[in-house]
C-alpha cells in the first residue's frame, strides 16, 4: 500500500454521524463506544505512554470527531477510537442493508477453499474448524505468543509465504493494519474479529474479506465490559461478512 493512511481515511472518513458519543465503558479486554444509532468494540490494548488526543475523554463528543481517536498513539485512547468507528458502522440496520449476515458459527473464510494451502493467523485465534486437518501449514503470529505460537517479529518472513491471512481487527488500534497487508500482497486478507469495522471502503485498501460483529443486547454488552466476564461477546451479537466483489 503506497499511502498507509488511505486505510484510515477511508475508515474515518466516512464516519458522518454528527450525534453525540453517549458512553464509553473500558475494561481488561474490550473498549466499549455507545452512540444512539449503535454500539461498538475495539479490543483494550494498553499503552498510555503518549497523550491522549481528547484529554477529556470521549463522550459527548460527536461521533464522526471520536472516530478520530482512532489513529491515536495513545493505544489505550485508539481502543475506544474504533469503537466509537464502530458503533456507527456496526449496527443492524447497515447490516441489513448490506445483506452479509453469516449463520451462526460459520467462520469468515466460508467458501475458500483452504485445502494445502498455507494459512497465517496474526493474532491468537483458532481459525476455521478443521483448518490443521486440510492446510499444507498454519503459522499463528502473536505479540505475546502462547507454546506454538510464532513472535509477532516473524510476521516479515512467514507472511509472504501464505496463500491466506486472517488478522485481528485490534491491529487497527495498534497501527500494524498497514505494513501487514504490504507483507500480503499476494494472498487473500481476512480482517476479523469483534474490533472490525464493517466499513465497504476498507475492502479498496487491500482487504479483501470483513469479518465483524454487530451488538444487539446493549446492556448485556456493556455488563460485560464492565464486569470483565470473560468469554465470547459474540453471545451479544451477530457476526457479519463483506467480501470484495
Known amino acids: 500500500m503506497s499511502n498507509k493512511l488511505a486505510l484510515y481515511d477511508a475508515l ?7 450525534a ?5 465503558v473500558g475494561g481488561e479486554c474490550w473498549a466499549m463506544a455507545e452512540a444512539e444509532e449503535g454500539m461498538g468494540l475495539g479490543m483494550m490494548t494498553p ?14 463528543l460527536p461521533l464522526k470527531e471520536a472516530a478520530r481517536a482512532a489513529m491515536s498513539w495513545n493505544l489505550t485512547e485508539a ?21 452479509c449476515a453469516l449463520p451462526g458459527n460459520v467462520y469468515p ?15 491468537h485465534m483458532n481459525g476455521p474448524r478443521g483448518l ?3 492446510a499444507r501449514a498454519v503459522y499463528v503470529l502473536e505479540r505475546r505468543p502462547r507454546p506454538g505460537d510464532y513472535p509477532d517479529a516473524a510476521c516479515d518472513w512467514l507472511l509472504p509465504r501464505c496463500d491466506v491471512v486472517i488478522i485481528t481487527g485490534s491491529s487497527l488500534i495498534n497501527k500494524t493494519l498497514p505494513h501487514l497487508l504490504d507483507l500480503c500482497e499476494n ?16 475492502l479498496d485498501c487491500g482487504i479483501d474479506r470483513l469479518g465483524g460483529f454487530v451488538v444487539t443486547g446493549r446492556e ?9 466476564v470473560h468469554g465470547s461477546p459474540y453471545v451479544c451479537g451477530e457476526s457479519f461478512l463483506l467480501k470484495k466483489r
Open 187 to 202: 494472498a487473500v486478507t481476512i480482517l476479523t474479529g469483534p474490533s472490525v469495522p464493517m466499513c465497504p471502503k476498507l
Open 79 to 99: 481502543s475506544f477510537g474504533l469503537a466509537a468507528c464502530n458503533a456507527f458502522y456496526n449496527t443492524p440496520e447497515r447490516m441489513a442493508a448490506l445483506d
Open 20 to 24: 453525540p458519543l453517549l458512553r464509553t
Open 220 to 228: 448485556a454488552m456493556a455488563a460485560q465490559v464492565r464486569h470483565n
Open 132 to 134: 490443521r486437518d486440510i
Open 47 to 60: 499503552g498510555d505512554s503518549i497523550p491522549a488526543l481528547y484529554p477529556d475523554g470521549l463522550c459527548g
Open 109 to 123: 473464510t466460508a467458501g475458500l477453499d483452504l485445502h494445502d494451502k498455507t494459512v497465517g493467523i496474526v493474532g
Open 12 to 18: 474515518i472518513g466516512n464516519v458522518t454521524s454528527a
